[in-house]
């Protein structure tokens, strides 16, 4: 029981503690340096690098959390905890470790957070991280006193008031454990049988066909992977929603409450503290400060953002939360006044009890917030804040289900159209719809049994631990839940802080697409090992190898036979569109066939003639111009065409090099056939690799420019790459990794379009040769 006069005070305590990296953790290190100075505290860090662990705590004691400390000491202070007062152990839980003998107080705030983690994960982290732990401080042979930090939702799907107790249930946790790392077992022996296998590549090829063979197989092991991610996913919520619990963490954080009781607590000290949901601090070390999104967190922006136009939450249920430094004094509260032996205590952390905040109040505070401050899209228009209606689950489901078939519908119509400006844009609005859906769905799924709560945290333990403070310290070190006055938190604290969190992020990922964004001529650094890498056929020229064919043909051609040349690959179009689904390089052989019969001399006149010159009506004066800067700064420009090598003739005296397929010709007759494999997708990246190697190319720092899913495989190998006039598939890869996207103008054009356009007459057709 907590007596009636609690002391603040840790006097000299040796302390070790986990999860200082964390949120939590930075601040319970944050007090015991500030407020505590006698005390020394090993911390549990990851080193990694060749940092030492010196250099491990001078980096962690920079951030914000620190910076009032920071300036109370004095850098002779800071350097002095460095060496004296704070010791790193090096590693995490995963394992046992070796402990010193004479701690004499463990806080365990070392946690996996994450609702949704595969099962055997999330038991890895808080279950077994916690066996390692008790059983290395039973090894050590000491007595410290323990507060373990768990989570006030462990009470698990129910309703009422839940104590402050022990929690009520006989699963055996050692069983569960074992199961789940059975499942992990499980499940990656299923993702490699032949049907599963057949599945993924299926997905790769139908995505990154294009690409090449080997992209296909890469990408099929991502399936796999993300396949056996989702079940393990899967299995840790189904698992916990059939004992009763909400997830997998509130799941993983019960058992370890028991691993920690029947470990530790049957013969120990013992202090089980349960924060509800942890936000930014009213007080300390300042008002707002965070350490990255919280559980609310990620709600509250996306509803700032208009991602969510409703959501199937009970407005009259209880949203339970909590500040920071609320729970980091009761952790030190606890320490400092430990619990009997083989008695453990709870406390939580809550403030549904004593000082509720409704849903509706929550909205409402929202609402009010993101109307006055609205967030801005990516043109700087306010985004509208959303009015909830709290419709019910079912409708709100319902809705969100004929939202994602309009989108999906609307986004595979795009991707067999002809790609154009204003199709790739609209395909873009339409992938983005896809993210926000999925936002929209996840956040439903996650955060649903947190809205729709009837649990009471009971905080009778805690409110009796407060009062038990000296009357002096409980401004400071308290934790009077009673007197937080939520509208003035929410309006004036929490929402500003996230608000500048994500503003500062913005700013760093605009940034970064910024440092991306090609740069002007003038800006191109100078060097003679880089490269400039332009695709032809769709980025610097604005045709294809359909479109050339036709202009070579007519040509070559009476008027009167034009038509029916015209006609005939009409009828051949769509076995065509299947070859170029299938293979870049199937589609590029079969159609070159075509030129079977063609004499080599013929071809070469009507290049030198009209055809160079409607070649060039179509090139892209972006191009040329990205090209000429390249050239200004001394880098190696090439062309590379999947097309015959002498259709690219017209752009000989752009490019120090231009590689094209090559054909193969008999008694100076080209026989349809190819010398060599066209050089696409994967075969392209291999070649790039060792013209590179051959010319002492510094692939990093080069350059790179294609239009077409197929180019993918090249692009990633250069340090900068640009997706030009991208196909819809690209724009996609390309938005994911940041790189940057550009719209080059299309070559002058005559009135007449090309077939590939939707019109089978030429455009600006050279005159045909006399027969």
Not at 88 to 101: D, I, N, R
Not at 368 to 378: A, G, S
Not at 692 to 711: I, K, M, N, P, V
Request: charged share 25%.
């Amino acid at each position: 029981m907590t007596p009636k006069k609690a002391t603040t005070d840790l006097g000299s305590a040796k302390v070790f503690l986990t999860g200082a990296t964390g949120f939590v953790g930075q601040a319970v290190l944050e007090r015991l340096l500030n407020d505590h100075p006698d005390t020394t505290v090993t911390i549990l860090v990851r080193v990694k690098g060749g940092a030492s662990a010196e250099d491990r705590v001078r980096s962690l004691l920079q951030k914000p959390v620190f910076a009032a400390w920071r300036d109370k000491v004095g850098e002779r202070g800071v350097e002095d905890a460095v060496k004296n007062r704070i010791k790193v152990l090096a590693g995490g839980l995963s394992s046992p470790m070796t402990l010193p003998k004479d701690l004499d107080l463990v806080i365990h705030s070392a946690a996996s957070v994450s609702f949704d983690d595969p099962i055997n994960e999330s038991f890895e982290a808080n279950i077994g991280g916690a066996i390692n732990l008790y059983e290395s401080v039973r090894a050590a042979g000491g007595d410290p006193r323990v507060v373990h930090v768990s989570t006030c939702y462990v009470q698990g799907l129910r309703k009422g008031v839940a104590p402050e107790a022990s929690l009520k249930h006989d699963v055996d946790w050692r069983a569960e454990y074992a199961s789940a790392f059975a499942a992990h077992t499980r499940i990656e022996n299923e993702s490699r049988e032949p049907h599963r296998l057949r599945e993924f590549m299926q997905v790769a090829q139908a995505d990154h066909g294009k690409e090449g063979p080997q992209a296909v197989a890469k990408w099929s092991e991502v399936a796999r992977t993300a396949w056996v991610k989702k079940e393990l996913v899967d299995a840790g919520r189904t698992r916990a929603q059939s004992l009763g619990w909400t997830d997998v963490y509130t799941l993983s954080k019960a058992f370890s409450e028991r691993a920690a009781e029947e470990l530790w607590g049957q013969d120990h000290r013992l202090s089980i503290v349960r924060p509800a949901i942890i936000e930014s601090a009213l007080k300390h070390p300042y008002p707002g400060w965070i350490d990255g999104f919280k559980v609310a967190d990620p709600l509250i922006m996306a509803y700032g953002k208009g991602q969510l136009p409703e959501f199937p939450g009970l407005p009259d249920s209880i949203l339970d939360l909590i500040p920071v430094d609320y729970v980091v004094n009761t952790i030190l509260a606890a320490a400092a006044n430990p619990a009997k032996k083989g008695e453990p205590e709870y406390y939580h952390v809550a403030s549904g009890a004593s000082n509720p905040v409704p849903f509706h109040q929550m909205y409402e505070n929202v609402h009010q917030f993101f109307v006055k401050n609205p967030l801005t899209d990516r043109k700087g228009n306010p985004i509208a804040a959303p009015e909830w209606k709290f419709p019910g689950p079912d409708k709100v489901e319902r809705g969100i289900n004929r939202l994602e078939r309009r989108v999906r519908a609307g986004e595979r119509a795009l991707r067999i159209l002809p790609k154009t400006k204003g199709s790739t844009a609209t395909l873009a609005k339409l992938q983005k719809g896809v993210a926000d859906l999925a936002t929209l769905r996840n956040f439903v799924s996650l955060y649903r049994v947190y809205v729709e709560t009837e649990l009471i945290f009971d905080d009778t333990n805690l409110r009796a631990l407060h009062d038990a403070l000296p009357a002096k310290e409980k401004a400071d070190k308290g934790f009077d839940i009673s007197a937080i006055d939520w509208d003035d938190y929410l309006q004036n604290v929490h929402f500003p802080a996230i608000t500048n969190l994500t503003t500062a992020f913005s700013r760093a990922r605009q940034a970064e697409r910024a440092a991306a964004v090609p740069t002007r001529r003038a800006e191109l650094p100078p060097r003679g090992d880089v490269l400039a890498v332009f695709d032809m056929e769709g980025t610097v020229v604005d045709s294809n190898i359909v479109q050339q064919y036709l202009w070579v043909r007519s040509a070559g051609l009476r008027k009167a036979a034009w038509p029916g040349e015209v006609l005939r690959i009409l009828g051949s179009v769509p076995g065509y569109l299947r070859a170029e689904r299938r293979n870049r390089g199937e589609f590029i052989r079969s159609f070159l066939r075509r030129y079977e019969g063609m004499p080599v001399a013929r071809l070469e006149k009507i290049v030198a003639g009209g055809y160079g010159t409607t070649m060039r009506r179509h090139t892209s004066h972006e191009a040329l111009a990205q090209i000429q800067a390249h050239k200004d700064a001394g880098h190696r420009t090439v062309l590379v065409s999947g097309s015959i090598g002498l259709l690219a003739k017209p752009f000989e005296n752009l490019f120090d090099e231009v590689v094209a397929t090559t054909m193969h010709e008999r008694d100076g007759v080209l026989t349809g056939y190819l010398t060599k494999p066209p050089i696409v997708d994967e075969s392209r990246a291999a070649w790039l690799a060792r013209y590179a190697t051959e010319h002492g190319a510094d692939l990093a720092a080069s350059y790179g420019y294609g239009d077409s899913h197929a180019d993918l495989g090249w692009l990633e190998m250069l340090g900068h790459p640009t997706a030009v006039n991208p196909d819809p598939q690209l724009a996609k890869e390309a938005q994911k990794r940041q790189w940057p996207i550009q719209n080059w103008k299309k070559g002058m054009r005559s009135p007449k379009r090309a077939l590939m356009d939707g019109n089978p007459v030429p455009a600006a057709a050279p005159k045909p040769e006399k027969q």
